[in-house]
């Protein structure tokens, strides 16, 4: 278990908003997320709870910060 595992969805979309970015849409099972600058968006399968950490270090790739950004965040999201 690392330190990004056992993040609930609802929490998860609670720090993407705190991060800055907006829900666009839902296609199917997954949810696209999008913040002014990002090349692609966001992705997240609503069938997984909670959200796997891979998905979770792909996106951060995705919104260009560092794991200690996002923990910094997570740490207030409650």
């Not at 609802?10 to 908003?17: E, K, M, N």
């Amino acid at each position: 278990m690392g330190r990004f595992s056992n993040i609930s969805l609802s929490r998860y979309r609670r720090i993407l908003q705190a991060l800055g970015l907006t829900y666009v849409r839902t296609k199917g099972g997954h949810e696209m997320w999008f913040r002014e600058g990002m090349l692609r968006n966001v992705v997240l399968q609503t069938h997984l709870d909670p959200v796997p950490e891979r998905v979770v270090l792909s996106n951060l790739r995705t919104m260009g910060i560092t794991a200690g950004e996002f923990e910094r965040i997570m740490q207030t999201i409650k």
